[in-house]
């Protein structure tokens, strides 16, 4: 059983998940801790279905690319990854039923019935460093964190996820301004976080958090994009 053969790394696995929990989130949700977020402002595994157009729509995955590359700015972390899927590598077809979960949707502590604030969450328990390296933590600094997420494409997972939860929020609360409920999405690289004592840029940004937040009208390009037969911009 799965328990039994982790059963001799039980104390390093508490260690990690706790650190993970007690580290300050950095730039720009600061001290907060994803400890400090109680049990009543947390949806964990999140799972969801997201229709999208028919295979015969042809949309396909290079338009979320383009679409990006429309929206964000060059200094955005994501705009690389963003060139990288509008290339005609990524010339796959997109259609169907989508299925997930995400990891978390935490209501931050501003948030209120009358305007809420969300988070969406991924923990990642991935190994960024290199055995054998002098500084393992390095792997970890806010500056390689972008490269490491499209690496991995988790840019296109985030976007995935943040457009479902788009969705659900539109239905949910259709007066809302849901680019101020999405606050934005992170990724919690739980190697990196060394709890209060993980070092932080001169952005305040900490070692192993990946914060994002989208562009006004992201979210509502995408869920459109994702279910018409004419992608944003006419091209497909």
Not at 45 to 64: C, V
Not at 118 to 138: E, F, I, Q, W
Request: with cysteine.
């Amino acid at each position: 059983p799965l328990s039994r053969s982790l059963k001799p790394f039980r104390e390093s696995l508490i260690r990690i998940v706790l650190s993970a929990l007690e580290t300050p989130l950095g730039a720009p949700l600061g001290d907060l801790t994803l400890a400090q977020i109680p049990a009543a402002r947390r949806l964990p595994e999140m799972e969801f279905s997201m229709g999208l157009a028919s295979l015969d729509a042809g949309i396909k995955a290079r338009a979320i690319g383009q679409l990006l590359e429309t929206m964000l700015s060059d200094d955005d972390p994501l705009r690389p990854y963003a060139t990288t899927l509008a290339s005609p590598a990524f010339d796959i077809p997109l259609g169907g039923l989508l299925t997930g979960s995400i990891d978390a949707v935490l209501q931050l502590p501003e948030s209120t019935p009358e305007s809420p604030r969300l988070l969406l969450v991924d923990y990642k328990s991935n190994s960024l460093h290199r055995t054998g390296m002098a500084d393992p933590l390095s792997a970890y600094e806010p500056s390689r964190l972008p490269a490491a997420m499209a690496d991995h494409h988790y840019p296109l997972q985030a976007l995935l996820y943040g457009t479902a939860v788009f969705r659900l929020l539109r239905w949910r609360l259709p007066d809302a301004d849901l680019d101020c409920v999405i606050t934005g999405v992170l990724y919690a690289f739980v190697r990196g976080m060394l709890g209060s004592n993980t070092p932080a840029d001169s952005e305040g940004r900490r070692s192993g958090v990946f914060f994002w937040k989208p562009p006004a009208g992201l979210w509502q390009q995408l869920s459109d994009l994702l279910s018409q037969a004419t992608p944003a911009g006419g091209r497909r």
